[in-house]
């Protein structure tokens, strides 16, 4: 495998201070990659490799870092025997356009290429859009900035399909040998760690959603109280009664299929057509009020998701519809089924949320004199949390009992409904992925009675 450093002074690598570099499992330094890495984080090649830019812009560091990953992470795929087994050691001067574009490619769209797959043994497809066409992007960038400069004697980006298609069906064939024949138990998860984020309490999270603009701040409380994504909720928020085109998010997936022609959206969840279709207003403000509404949405990794939608819920969506919203489409003399709309009348954007989350935050912190972070992903991190911790003291309450005073056995069996519910609603497939979340709670607030044992004893003995 190869290893990406960070170096912290310039006499650790010559010319490369604050930018990481790249080191083969060798130990070997590749010195034209960490060429091409340095040139790209001062701005120096543009973002395809193909050119040299004049006036440089200096990228950041988050971006330097993740091109570096890419970068890695190939040059690993080239050390690997299986990948190519015509070729077992395929050093990274004989790379050729179609090893990056066909075969590395269709390794991790096939899953032979992934964490998952070496820890367990069990084909995982990669994100096309977030882990797989930038990781080919890069490289390929990368390999074209190195012909071009003469660090590699030959690229020829005309030959490439005959030739790969053979040899994927050598590279398969040797990587299926080490594929998993049993039912194994999965050992990796790309999922970032809650017990890593520190949650905001409730009292900032009211701070920050009151700085924000209607549009906004709708989304703010569409994440917290059902635990989408921040993708999934701007794409799956849409509006009976109106013309839809469907956007790439929902054309790019095999299954369902959505029509590739603007058509009515109707509200109907055994209709895959109709998927990401909100509720209509007269279900929640009629007389007889239902429980709840299902809302089916198409979630990462294609995946189709029902989730429950409470009255009041919907009632504030339909609010904001008919007042913010109305307005905000009249300005942009377009009909859009986007329930969420940009101050110009254009569909929301994730950036934008972004942006205005980072704005509510800072005056929210001013405010407050002290931090205040927040974003869509602790959002729904606050999501899981709060409702686990609701239902656990909820439960504890109705049996007469002190929910600070709770053993793990009460908290595992007033958690056990609780747990799949927000595992449907967070869409895991893993029951162990949401488990976290409940190990949260039993080694912080809810095992709070175990630290105050202690405490008492370190009193008594005069510690």
Known sequence: MAHVRYPKYSKVVPGLAGCPYILTDAGEY???INFFLQDRWEGLVSFDGRDDLDDAWRIGKHAVAKLADHLANFISWTEFPQAHPWVPKLHWKDVQPHHIRYLYKEHMVA????QEFFASGIVTSLSPASTIKPRVRDNMACWRFMARNKFIAHW????VEGRASAELRKSVAALDQLKSTEQTVRKYTTRQNPRTIVLPPIDDLRAVCGELSATPQCLFRLILSRGYRLQEAI?????????CQRTEYFLKVSKPHFPSRP??????????SMIGVLPPPDSVFGANEPMGKPHV?????????????LPSLIRNIWRYAATERLERARKSGRSYPNLLLDRLGRPYSVTAFSRALLVACRRASRKAGRKIKVTAHILRHAFACFFLE???I???KDEGLDPHLLTLSQINEFAEGPILIIKEDLGHVFIETTMRYLHLLKTGKLGFQYHRLWNEFLDKEGV
Not at 111 to 114: E, K, L
Not at 263 to 272: A, C, G, R
Not at 297 to 309: A, F, N, Q, V
């Open 390 to 392: 609701a239902c656990i």
């Open 30 to 32: 590749p010195e034209p």
């Open 297 to 309: 949405i198409l979630g990462k990794g294609s995946k189709i998701r029902r989730i429950e939608l």
């Open 394 to 396: 909820g439960k504890a």
């Open 156 to 159: 020829d980006e005309t030959e």
């Open 111 to 114: 899953g032979y290429w992934s």
């Open 235 to 243: 794409e799956n928020t849409l509006l009976p009664g109106e013309l």
């Open 263 to 272: 058509y009515i959206l109707q509200y109907d969840p055994s209709d895959d």
